[in-house]
């Protein structure tokens, strides 16, 4: 399990930082690491709508630049800790396809015994640990951090972590002993916008880079669907932690672009706004006409942050796909359009096998 660094070292500056270039496997190794994310993450919507996936399903399609750009820069020994969107990294990261798909089915031999679903999922192998407890990847990657400074000279750990969780007292408690104890840890922190169904900045106060640097981390932000970007911003932070300079963190702006799980109410209105818009609508006049509850002005208040929400559900579909992050890979592609065939065929018949082995004693085969 080793994972090779996609740009080219040319040294260092007068600080001690290095200096990087982008080369040819650059785009065409981060490509296919996406393209591997996106076509698991679009066969585990397929095996959930036809009920082969039982619960709730939070996908990470809009996410897949981040988890490449990051996680090509890990290496044996670094630790990965994520959250209920988990999938894009652990793809990137190596962890076999059939055994987390195993593990979505509720399967025995799953990557966890069928005990954790698509949001507990561990591998001491790849030393990677998910959670759908909000902000509890950073302590997880603080742990794992605080070990390797122990144990093994000049390996790191990553933590992925949401807007949301970023307001979570684990969270912010878990930045200020980092920072003290200079802990080898990379903070990603990624911001679709969204906080399950409240937009981020409602419920956030400041800005999260500059409260990353009040508790003494090196801070950047950088475009999240941009995939040659994140793996430059985000290849300096990490290499400043393996030298023993301290915890990083770095913010990543990306499109959610399937809601916040699968069958979201929000998507629904957004993209059928005549049946779903209609009938939300008159559940919020209903509501705030009913006798009891809080005043005239509360409630006018209250209908007015409701609508405002559901205006950019609805306005974000058309948006975020033009932001979507394969996009703007394959536009990067362009000058490699035999090349970018070839993984797209190879990638497929990966997925498209990998299913066909998870299914094997279900009765059911990948193109049903």
Known sequence: MTHTNLLTVLGRDKGGA??????????TGLYRQMLRARNYELAVEDLWYRGLIAGEMHLGTGEE???????????????????????????VRGVPIVLMLRELLGCEDGLCGGHGGHMHLFSKEYLAATSG?????????????LANRRLRANKVAVAFTGTGAMNSGMALETLNLAAAWSLPLIVVCIDNGW???TTSEAVTGGDHVERARAFGLRADSVDGSDVRAVHKAVGKLID?????????FLLANCPRLDGHFLGDPLLR???????????TFAKVISSATSRGGGGLKDR????????????????GPARERRGDPMLAARKAMKKHESERDRIDSEVATEIESAVETALADFGESADE
């Open 18 to 27: 290095i200096l990087l270039q982008a080369n040819y496997m650059e785009i």
């Open 65 to 91: 630049a981040v988890a490449a750009g990051v996680v090509t820069l890990l290496g044996d020994g670094d630790g990965l800790a994520l959250t209920h969107r988990c999938s894009p990294a652990l793809v």
């Open 133 to 145: 407890i909000v902000g509890a990847s950073l302590p997880t990657a603080a742990g794992f951090a």
């Open 195 to 197: 906080a399950i169904t």
């Open 240 to 248: 400043y932690a393996r030298r023993g300079k301290g915890p990083t």
């Open 269 to 279: 209105m957004a993209r059928q706004p005549v049946t779903e818009g209609k009938r």
């Open 300 to 315: 006018a208040g209250g209908m007015t942050r409701m609508m405002s929400v559901m205006a950019r559900a609805r306005r």
